[in-house]
């Protein structure tokens, strides 16, 4: 009975989680790939069967007719951007879909009181974002393999061009989710700035098949370093050095980590 007292009378103290939360920012991360994955024939069969209609129609559509583009058949050309296609949607959708449904139900605001940084959400929200777009870029290669996929001819760059496509797309997503109030924003933002930047990345083009005056336009589009990317750690083909869109991601990633942590920060539409 004695310890019992003296351990109600003990003075409540704050946890101490040192310079980073990593056990609060493991479980934030668990949810958000659990939720991400939760009904899984949309997350995952979905990117699937849709690659597959795109893949077939266009084998239907050039069939035998010999298309060479950067030197490989068309159809091996166009599944590394389908790839692509399925990995950056699910990176769009991981963490943007996940806040907007938070304030549907009314519970987003509790970020403020979670006991993370600004630092830890943007990391915990973009790395369920990079596992999420890993997983359903892996289903969909898999997939796409009896139809004219193949074994990484540049597996590390796949990987890199991969995880930074992911990362990219999932902090955009994430000032997105912060920004949209309810799901017509968020659709909004998708039909009308995240689709067409994907589509007109060189998904289903290589960037020589434009008009010359398009070309700086394409250049400009960070998503076309993304797709060329993975199209390269795939086929070993590029419309464009490698190098290149090593950089230009990095500054990519870089801006937005920078951009999203102040909106953190600052609490943007999840503070009162």
Same mark, same amino acid.
């Given at each position: 009975?004695?310890?019992?007292?003296?351990?109600?009378?003990?003075?409540?103290?704050?946890?101490?989680?040192?310079?980073?939360?990593?056990?609060?920012?493991?479980?934030?991360?668990?949810?958000?790939?659990?939720?991400?994955?939760?009904?899984?024939?949309?997350?995952?069969?979905?990117?699937? @069967?849709?690659?597959?209609?795109?893949?077939?129609?266009?084998?239907?559509?050039?069939?035998?007719?010999?298309?060479?583009?950067?030197?490989?058949?068309?159809?091996?050309?166009?599944?590394?951007?389908?790839?692509?296609v399925a990995i950056l949607e699910r990176?769009?959708?991981?963490?943007?879909?996940?806040?907007?449904?938070?304030?549907?139900?009314?519970?987003?605001?509790?970020?403020?009181?979670?006991?993370?940084?600004?630092?830890?959400?943007?990391?915990?929200?973009?790395?369920?974002?990079?596992?999420?777009?890993?997983? /359903?870029?892996?289903?969909?290669?898999?997939?796409?393999?009896?139809?004219?996929?193949?074994?990484?001819?540049?597996?590390?760059?796949?990987?890199?061009?991969? /995880?930074?496509?992911?990362? @990219?797309? =999932?902090?955009?997503?994430?000032?997105?989710?912060?920004?949209?109030?309810?799901?017509?924003?968020?659709?909004?933002?998708?039909?009308?700035?995240?689709?067409?930047?994907?589509?007109?990345?060189?998904?289903?083009?290589?960037?020589?098949?434009?008009?010359?005056?398009?070309?700086?336009?394409?250049?400009?589009?960070? @998503?076309?370093?993304?797709?060329?990317?993975?199209?390269?750690?795939?086929?070993?083909?590029?419309?464009?050095?490698?190098?290149?869109?090593?950089?230009?991601?990095?500054?990519?990633?870089?801006?937005?980590?920078?951009?999203?942590?102040?909106?953190?920060?600052? =609490?943007?539409?999840?503070?009162?």
């Amino acid at each position: 009975m004695h310890n019992s007292d003296a351990l109600w009378r003990e003075r409540p103290r704050a946890r101490r989680f040192g310079a980073v939360n990593g056990r609060g920012m493991a479980t934030f991360y668990r949810r958000e790939v659990h939720r991400g994955f939760k009904i899984w024939g949309i997350t995952l069969a979905a990117p699937a @069967i849709r690659a597959l209609l795109f893949a077939g129609v266009f084998a239907l559509v050039v069939g035998n007719s010999g298309k060479i583009v950067l030197g490989i058949p068309f159809l091996e050309f166009l599944i590394p951007g389908l790839i692509a296609v399925a990995i950056l949607e699910r990176a769009f959708e991981s963490a943007a879909f996940s806040m907007v449904y938070d304030k549907t139900e009314g519970i987003f605001g509790d970020l403020a009181t979670a006991p993370l940084t600004p630092g830890e959400l943007v990391l915990a929200y973009a790395g369920a974002s990079v596992t999420g777009g890993l997983i /359903v870029g892996a289903v969909v290669w898999l997939a796409l393999l009896p139809l004219g996929g193949q074994v990484p001819a540049e597996p590390l760059a796949l990987v890199y061009f991969a /995880v930074a496509g992911s990362l @990219i797309v =999932g902090l955009f997503s994430q000032i997105a989710g912060l920004w949209a109030l309810k799901w017509d924003y968020l659709a909004g933002v998708q039909t009308f700035i995240f689709l067409p930047f994907v589509f007109l990345s060189g998904v289903f083009f290589s960037l020589d098949q434009l008009p010359e005056a398009l070309q700086p336009w394409a250049r400009a589009n960070p @998503i076309f370093y993304l797709v060329d990317g993975v199209r390269f750690g795939i086929t070993g083909r590029a419309d464009t050095d490698p190098l290149t869109g090593v950089i230009v991601t990095l500054v990519c990633i870089i801006a937005l980590s920078a951009f999203n942590y102040r909106l953190f920060a600052i =609490g943007y539409r999840f503070k009162s």
